[in-house]
């Protein structure tokens, strides 16, 4: 008969507790605080974070984080146009809240801020200041800034709550960093059409173009995705209906948006799954250097 006294598994992480459980992928013995329920026994805490950073993250259909499904960029893009809006207002007064002129108030009166960050092509504030400004004067920023400047409240509420309704929905399929480089290349290339198409006096801004371009992605990513695109339609031919009847509308923006976004679209929903990020990565950094080839042309001509 053996004297050897029978010894009593204690946790690894508790040696002071007696434990007959052991974790299923390194068997050391766990205690209940210790244990962490798995598809099959359970696993120590150290097992389990092994696990999960050796796990694949979940993505989309196009590549992109799940994360996106909380509308994060959307609600930032949101947030920098209001927060614009109030500088705006701050700067212009009540002129810049209510509208100004145009169409029911739609396109505001301009300010300091419009002035400085709205799309401008080669042309003086006015007769009383002679200096010439623009984005061929080398204020090329106005590319980037005139998409989050708006011409007034009624201009904001409008292209906001397209943004909320078409933003969340894309974000969601395609991912925060995809539906952002969407986003603001539809935006670059509404502005690139202005600055292109439209005469070099001018003045542009507004979410717009990044919102037409959200439009025509929306409705190739549905075809991809093999739903039914019939809603769409009417909605897109309603809005360039809108552009093209309404005064003061900015028709090259919005077609130039609407055109960039749906390139965007496609680069994003149809690259190959063996090399997506490459193709997606490559086919959006051709995009924007074709836009700043555009741009370089036409500040050319203008000088």
Not at 22 to 49: N, W
Request: charged letters at 10%.
């Amino acid at each position: 008969m053996s004297d050897t006294p029978v010894t009593v598994p204690v946790c690894y992480r508790h040696p002071s507790r007696e434990t007959y459980v052991r974790c299923a992928r390194c068997d050391r013995p766990i205690c209940p605080d210790c244990m962490r329920a798995a598809s099959v026994g359970h696993q120590c805490p150290e097992c389990v974070a092994e696990g999960r950073r050796t796990q694949r993250p979940a993505r989309t259909a196009f590549g992109g984080g799940v994360a996106g499904r909380e509308g994060y960029v959307t609600k930032v893009l949101m947030g920098i146009n209001v927060l614009v809006m109030l500088v705006s207002a701050a700067a212009g007064g009540a002129n810049a809240l209510a509208g100004g002129t145009g169409f029911g108030g739609l396109m505001g009166g301009s300010n300091t801020l419009t002035r400085w960050g709205s799309v401008l092509g080669y042309a003086a504030y006015s007769r009383l200041d002679p200096t010439v400004h623009g984005i061929a004067a080398g204020e090329v920023y106005r590319l980037f800034t005139a998409m989050f400047i708006q011409y007034g409240i009624l201009h904001l509420l409008m292209n906001m709550w397209a943004l909320w309704i078409l933003g969340r929905s894309l974000e969601a399929v395609l991912g925060p960093l995809r539906f952002a480089a969407l986003y603001l290349i539809a935006g670059l290339g509404g502005n690139v059409a202005v600055y292109v198409f439209s005469a070099p006096n001018q003045e542009t801004a507004g979410a717009s173009g990044a919102i037409f371009g959200l439009f025509a992605a929306l409705f190739v990513i549905m075809r991809k995705l093999g739903r039914d695109t019939s809603a769409v339609i009417p909605i897109l031919v309603i809005n360039l209906v809108f552009t093209f009847a309404v005064p003061g509308i900015s028709i090259a923006g919005h077609l130039g948006g609407m055109a960039t976004g749906g390139i965007v679209a496609v680069i994003l929903a149809y690259a190959p799954r063996g090399a997506r990020n490459a193709v997606q990565v490559a086919g959006c950094a051709a995009l924007v250097i074709l836009l700043a080839a555009a741009t370089i042309i036409r500040t050319t001509a203008l000088l």
